[in-house]
């Protein structure tokens, strides 16, 4: 159970429902395989995934881990293809042949195994090492399997044959990883401390030869992993010395070396088009870097433990990762960056909003602040602070000069954008502000609390225009028609109803939500109503007449936030499922499924263009997801209804807020 208070007067619990948490304040801001942006699957290698590896040609992923098998996953739907089981201790490497039909493995029971995919059998068990096999690889033609041991040899194997090669002494290198160069003429090689010459070194050879072809010196700590870039001309190395570092391949020189782990790197891999590189570490984390640049271009947090392996997929936009929490991760490179160019929120993201022009993304947590992003680079470019108490809400202005902010100190502040600095505080609710809404002319501002108060505000001087009368337990969301002449409510009391901001008069309810609304807006156009709620739906009306139109089916559990996509096609909403979820706004079928976060997707909006979609999460984090990313991960999801009332909120939270 978790809990918190605000004012000393309120605690938000973690009940059996999920029906409050950091989503519902909202209410006004890395495979069971789950999303387009980013999707988790438990790999089910124990508690340890060791290596990951895409096919040829992107449609499947493998994974090798502590029970000692080997598993093959659809890299689109996330079903589990097959599971190869043989191997006596951890599987620790895997490689595809060239035309994805076969599969080597290497494992701590000093074997390597070649597989049939088509079937899923062992052709045959390579034996000859003599400690754990670290690395292993094809050659481009098939021909040739090498692998990488403990043992401190290098082997090389006859594919077609199993016969041994070549056998290599490696000079006292205890080798980690092994990776053929793209025309096949090299393989490199990563190795820990070295007994010869002190050093942890890079050793490029040429099969057939005894000794390397050329040495790279410039790790402090053991090398885990070695890649060749697309064309060969170059080599990425990840240390324990905390640095991935550019080889020139052909005259062994560093190009650049890359710093941006909290510890070891562990793992390295390069792009299809060899222009970016991404690493994984013992802090947990993803660093995309391109390779011109020592500055990182975006972190990716989203393992509970080190990062054992990574890859691109072939087919480019994203990567796969495994980590020691037993997780295969998938990422979208466009997207799922945790937005941080300092440390960002240090609490719950409760709040978001896109500037009208779309170049910025503010965001309001429960560290009190507002951050404003530069979304295009993951930069912080100013920090909003003066509230005592937490965000529940934020809305820019429609000429993006003014940010409103509402807080759980039951305040309103209008910032000036520019200058970062409040220009007048708004007091009168009695508790807390979940909700607000700039008219489209943006000369009022409208707010919601969690006792239900609706009140009007003039922006110019901030002086309050009236209070609306409203039923409603928790106003979770508002928002202006297209003529700034009725104001729409989505509220605890499972209703949504539309108000005329003149008179305060109720215009015309929305019916047809079973629980709690999380939020609730018009269409672009203005035509429609689209609302989620608790009972993992939401819904679209006919703006005009009432007549409810569709409903849209797919999460599981309490959705909290929904939008419409600019063109009004669409409508994306999140929640407790920690995923985002897209429908087509005339179909009603769910067109995709983006992973949001480790835990609950508090706010989704769209960028004015389209072209993105911003999550916030209970996690801390905010995520950025390719809108026309054209990958659907469909899950099995039960809908299970969970219906709140005055008196179960009243029963659960006692009476407090809830008698009035």
Not at 195 to 200: F, G, L, P, S
Not at 218 to 230: A, C, L, N
Not at 378 to 406: C, F, M, R, V
Request: charged fraction near 25%.
């Amino acid at each position: 159970m978790e809990q918190r208070t605000a004012n000393g007067r309120f605690r938000i619990f973690r009940t059996e429902f999920k029906l409050i948490y950091i989503g519902v304040l909202v209410l006004g801001s890395s495979l069971a395989f789950g999303q387009a942006e980013r999707a988790t699957l438990n790999a089910g290698n124990a508690d340890n995934v060791l290596c990951v590896e895409y096919s040829p040609r992107g449609d499947k992923i493998a994974t090798g881990g502590a029970d000692n098998s080997v598993k093959i996953w659809s890299a689109e739907s996330g079903a589990r293809l097959a599971t190869l089981a043989g191997h006596d201790n951890w599987v620790t490497c895997v490689a595809f042949s060239s035309d994805g039909a076969l599969m080597a493995s290497g494992s701590d029971d000093k074997t390597v195994k070649f597989w049939d995919l088509r079937g899923g059998a062992v052709i045959r068990t390579l034996e000859g090492h003599d400690d754990a096999v670290n690395g292993v690889a094809f050659s481009p033609d098939g021909s040739l399997i090498v692998s990488a041991s403990r043992d401190r040899t290098i082997r090389v194997w006859d594919a077609r044959t199993g016969a041994t090669r070549q056998r290599i002494l490696g000079g006292g290198d205890v080798f980690t990883s092994v990776a053929f160069s793209p025309d096949g003429a090299s393989f490199a090689t990563g190795a820990g401390v070295s007994m010869v010459d002190k050093n942890n070194t890079v050793k490029i050879w040429a099969p057939g030869e005894k000794k390397p072809v050329r040495v790279l010196r410039g790790h402090t700590g053991r090398i885990r992993d070695v890649d060749y870039s697309p064309d060969g001309t170059r080599l990425a190395s990840a240390s324990d010395d905390g640095s991935i570092i550019l080889w020139d391949a052909a005259s062994g020189k560093e190009i650049r070396r890359f710093r941006g782990h909290g510890g070891n790197a562990t793992t390295v891999a390069f792009s299809p088009d060899g222009e970016s590189l991404v690493s994984g570490g013992a802090d947990n984390a993803l660093v995309l870097w391109r390779v011109d640049s020592s500055d990182p271009v975006k972190t990716f947090a989203g393992h509970d433990a080190y990062v054992s392996g990574v890859d691109f997929s072939p087919l480019g936009g994203r990567f796969a990762s495994g980590g020691l929490d037993g997780t295969l991760r998938m990422w979208n490179v466009a997207g799922g960056a945790k937005i941080a160019g300092a440390r960002g929120h240090d609490d719950w993201v409760a709040a978001l909003d896109f500037s009208p022009q779309g170049d910025r993304l503010a965001s309001g947590g429960f560290d009190n602040s507002i951050i404003v992003w530069d979304h295009s680079n993951a930069q912080i470019e100013k920090a909003l602070n003066g509230h005592k108490e937490w965000i529940g809400s934020i809305a820019y202005s429609p000429d993006g000069s003014t940010i409103a902010s509402g807080s759980w100190d039951r305040s309103i502040k209008l910032w000036n954008v520019e200058q970062a600095k409040p220009i007048r505080t708004l007091f009168g609710h009695k508790e807390g502000v979940t909700a607000l809404a700039f008219s489209p002319d943006g000369d009022i501002v409208a707010s919601g609390s969690a006792l239900g108060e609706l009140r009007v505000w003039e922006t110019s001087g901030g002086v309050a225009l009236g209070e609306i009368e409203t039923d409603a337990l928790w106003i979770s969301s508002l928002a202006f028609s297209r003529d700034g002449e009725r104001l729409l409510v989505g509220s605890w009391n499972d209703a949504v109803t539309e108000y005329d901001v003149a008179s305060g008069e109720p215009v015309r309810e929305f019916v047809g939500m079973t629980s709690a609304v999380g939020s609730a807006t018009y269409s672009p156009d203005g035509r429609f109503v689209a609302a989620c709620g608790y009972d993992g739906t939401a819904r679209l009306w006919n703006a005009s007449t009432g007549e409810l139109l569709r409903t849209f089916r797919g999460a599981e559990r309490e959705l909290l936030s929904l939008a419409f996509s600019p063109d009004g096609e669409r409508i994306a909403a999140g929640g407790a499922d920690r995923v985002v979820f897209v429908w087509d706004a005339t179909t009603g079928e769910r067109v995709k499924t983006y992973p949001g976060s480790k835990a609950d997707v508090t706010a989704v909006r769209y960028s004015p263009d389209g072209s993105k979609i911003a999550g916030a999460g209970r996690d801390e984090t905010i995520l950025l997801f390719g809108a026309n990313d054209d990958r659907t991960i469909d899950a099995a999801r039960t809908n299970r209804e969970v219906n709140i009332t005055r008196e179960s909120a009243r029963a659960k939270f006692g009476g407090a807020l809830f008698d009035n």
